[in-house]
């Protein structure tokens, strides 16, 4: 029987393992909470034969059993690549990417599927193990991954039909070198492509352009592109506050006049209909429209899913009213860039709550950004003494640290006037695994105490 070491026993480590015992394979499961410890594992490799380590993606590189694997020469490969090795070829991959949005434009994606009337499944960075997805070996036309820098490092194999980045802010530099690192990683999103297949490509991100224009990486993207922009040009585009996509995708909106539009190119739906509001939700359903387009998906299916769809848990969520004062949960905001679009979002008053892990990123654009529209931020988390470092250089004073979620809330049900016109945002701009298990649970506990202190 052949032998196989999985390493993190999370959701997708569990999904590997359940598949590889599947296929027959004695699997060992390697955890120093919930399974074999590291230091058990690394004599396992001297005595047995182990075919390959397949690694969660959140574990390092530089850990010292995998350091150990390599210099034994046992691949190690991704729970990402190890279902698809055993996915059912004919069912077509779309996989999204991206710093910000590539959870809410994954998991609308599938529910447009099936909106469609399409078999389609969700998997990868969005919750629910790939892995577990094949080994189920449900009949699917369509599965949507959302894939993370994390999925898509050591030359990746996925084979994606449809494939887009969604935006590129610097994000995760605890893990790469380099922010130009981690944002390469990401174009490994379209390196299995063939040209029967396409990619998806946002025309207004700065950064993915000077990657895609002046590093050239656009040569190595062999797939057929179709490119989407805010403004009149690509082929999915906006223009006076109305969605069109081209007759013919082969064709640009850059390339009409604006008198002859109307000849080249279909209205699909006016901005202002659209269910989720905001410029950054109107960018993620631009990758939808684009990808709908492609598989032939009806536009009045379309339309009707974007008028009608909601708002994701966690991201932007309105879930609590109390006299005028309305608290919004964005635990999804989980780097400076998504909190910024979450500010930018509301036009009342802002109450701020904000922190969490150090990333050993700048916050100097947040703190600008909430000097300019915020009106009180109250911190959490260990990157709470930086932060305040950087706001008190900004010149803004009207911040308290106030360590946890329960004493914010707690100050609030003392302290705060909800009979103002105002909102609470709780966008963290970071990870908090100082003190949560993941952004759901952040989310969940905020919901939960805010309910439960003031309702």
């Known amino acids: 029987m052949e032998k196989a070491v999985v390493f993190g026993a999370g959701l997708s480590g569990l999904g590997a393992k359940e598949l590889l015992e599947k296929k027959g394979y004695e699997v060992y499961l390697v955890d120093d909470k919930n399974g074999m410890p590291s230091s058990e594992a690394m004599e396992l490799l001297d005595k047995e034969k182990i075919e390959f380590i397949v690694k969660s993606p959140g574990i390092?590189?530089?850990?010292?059993?995998?350091?150990?694997?390599?210099?034994?020469?046992?691949?190690?490969?991704?729970?990402?690549?190890?279902?698809?090795?055993?996915?059912?070829?004919?069912?077509?991959?779309?996989?999204?990417?991206?710093?910000?949005?590539?959870?809410?434009?994954?998991?609308?994606?599938?529910?447009?599927?099936?909106y469609a009337g399409k078999k389609a499944r969700l998997a990868g960075n969005a919750g629910?193990?790939?892995?577990?997805?094949?080994?189920?070996?449900?009949?699917?036309?369509?599965?949507?991954?959302?894939?993370?820098?994390?999925?898509?490092?050591?030359?990746?194999?996925?084979?994606?039909?449809?494939?887009?980045?969604?935006?590129l802010t610097p994000d995760h530099l605890a893990r790469y070198d380099s922010v130009e690192e981690y944002y390469i990683t990401k174009f490994n999103i379209f390196s299995r492509q063939t040209e029967q297949d396409f990619a998806l490509i946002n025309l207004d991100d700065?950064?993915?352009?000077?990657?895609?224009?002046?590093?050239?990486?656009?040569?190595?993207?062999?797939?057929?592109?179709?490119?989407?922009?805010?403004?009149?040009?690509?082929?999915?585009?906006?223009?006076?506050?109305?969605?069109?996509?081209?007759?013919?995708?082969?064709?640009?909106?850059?390339?009409?006049?604006?008198?002859?539009?109307?000849?080249?190119?279909?209205?699909?739906?006016?901005?202002?209909?659209?269910?989720?509001?905001?410029?950054?939700?109107?960018?993620?359903?631009?990758f939808l429209i684009g990808a709908a387009k492609i598989l032939g998906i009806p536009d009045e299916k379309t339309v009707e899913f974007l008028k009608t769809t909601k708002a994701l848990e966690h991201r932007l969520e309105n879930f609590f009213i109390k006299g005028k004062t309305v608290f919004i949960n964005?635990?999804?905001?989980?780097?400076?860039?998504?909190?910024?679009?979450?500010?930018?979002?509301?036009?009342?008053?802002?109450?701020?709550?904000?922190?969490?892990?150090?990333?050993?990123?700048?916050?100097?654009?947040?703190?600008?950004?909430?000097?300019?529209?915020?009106?009180?931020?109250?911190l959490i988390g260990d990157n709470a003494p930086l932060l305040i470092k950087d706001m008190e250089e900004v010149g803004y004073k009207n911040y308290r640290n106030m360590e946890t979620l329960e004493n914010i809330l707690d100050y609030f049900k003392k302290n705060m006037d909800f009979s103002k016109e105002q909102t609470v945002l709780f966008s963290p701009?970071?990870?908090?695994?100082?003190?949560?298990?993941?952004?759901?649970?952040?989310?969940?506990?905020?919901?939960?105490?805010?309910?439960?202190?003031?309702?």
Request: charged residues 30%; glycine residues 4%.
């Open 429 to 455: 701009a970071t990870s908090s695994f100082c003190q949560f298990k993941n952004f759901e649970h952040r989310g969940n506990v905020f919901k939960e105490l805010t309910v439960k202190v003031l309702g």
């Open 206 to 286: 700065e950064v993915f352009k000077k990657l895609y224009d002046e590093k050239e990486l656009w040569k190595n993207i062999k797939s057929e592109k179709i490119y989407l922009s805010k403004e009149k040009k690509g082929n999915v585009f906006v223009m006076d506050g109305i969605v069109y996509t081209m007759k013919n995708l082969e064709k640009k909106a850059d390339e009409v006049k604006n008198e002859d539009i109307h000849e080249y190119a279909e209205a699909l739906i006016p901005v202002r209909e659209l269910s989720l509001k905001g410029s950054h939700n109107l960018e993620n359903m631009l």
């Open 60 to 114: 390092p590189w530089k850990v010292e059993l995998l350091v150990k694997a390599k210099d034994k020469n046992i691949k190690i490969i991704s729970e990402i690549d190890l279902a698809y090795k055993y996915m059912d070829k004919n069912i077509k991959v779309i996989s999204f990417t991206g710093t910000n949005g590539k959870t809410t434009t994954a998991t609308k994606m599938y529910e447009l599927l099936e």
């Open 128 to 167: 629910f193990s790939f892995a577990k997805l094949v080994a189920d070996e449900e009949e699917l036309e369509y599965i949507v991954l959302e894939l993370s820098s994390y999925q898509l490092e050591n030359n990746p194999q996925i084979h994606s039909h449809i494939a887009g980045i969604i935006n």
């Open 330 to 378: 964005d635990s999804k905001g989980t780097n400076v860039e998504s909190t910024l679009k979450a500010i930018d979002s509301f036009d009342n008053s802002i109450i701020l709550i904000l922190g969490g892990d150090d990333k050993k990123i700048s916050n100097r654009e947040l703190v600008e950004r909430i000097k300019e529209r915020v009106d009180s931020v109250y």
